[in-house]
Nanobody, 114 residues
Framework: VQLQAYGGGLVQPGGSLRLSCAAS????????MGWYRQAPEKQRELVAI???????DVADSVKGRFTISRDNAKNAVYLQMNNLKPEDTAVYYC?????????WGKGTQVTVFS
């Protein structure tokens, strides 16, 4: 299983970015996909997760600004980030829990600066 994420970049406060991640390989129909982030000198934290057919869970710090969605046919997960703030600056990692194993994509940098 491999995860390929893309869509990071530089944006001013209040701007938007959309992250995408596609999983390849043998993916379970009940796999959970999500996004985590890690800011400099901080621990990696959950941003949002979404089961294949259930309700998404979004961290309180991004609730109302970030939306996670997925396309099961493409084994893809997306993170729409609106009203970005400097504190959202971090490396964002795509995550997949598949057949009891956890997989990580290479991170994509999101920098919010004024």
């Amino acid at each position: 299983v491999q995860l390929q994420a893309y869509g990071g970049g530089l944006v001013q406060p209040g701007g938007s970015l959309r992250l995408s991640c596609a999983a390849s390989g043998s993916i379970s129909s009940i796999a959970v996909m999500g996004w985590y982030r890690q800011a400099p000198e901080k621990q990696r934290e959950l941003v949002a997760i979404i089961p294949s057919g259930g309700l998404a869970d979004v961290a309180d710090s991004v609730k109302g600004r970030f939306t996670i969605s997925r396309d099961n046919a493409k084994n893809a997960v997306y993170l729409q980030m609106n009203n970005l703030k400097p504190e959202d600056t971090a490396v964002y990692y795509c995550n997949l829990v598949n057949y009891g194993r956890m997989y990580w994509g290479k991170g994509t940098q999101v920098t919010v600066f004024s």
